[in-house]
């Protein structure tokens, strides 16, 4: 996994997670890579998820 370094970015890039953009909600929403079930979504802003892949 990533690490957090404190100073607003990660070193490396988050492994077995991707994210993909949910235009019915606006919202970011944040896959698992092994099981394909969604994790979490992002509800604070319209930005994506730091370091995070984005599907296609």
Known sequence: MAKNTGNDHRIGAVRDRSQTYNPK?????KRDAN???????KT??????KGVRKEK
């Open 25 to 29: 909600n606006d919202t970011w929403v």
């Open 35 to 41: 099981t394909g079930r969604f994790m979490d979504a």
């Open 44 to 49: 604070s802003d319209n930005t994506p998820f």
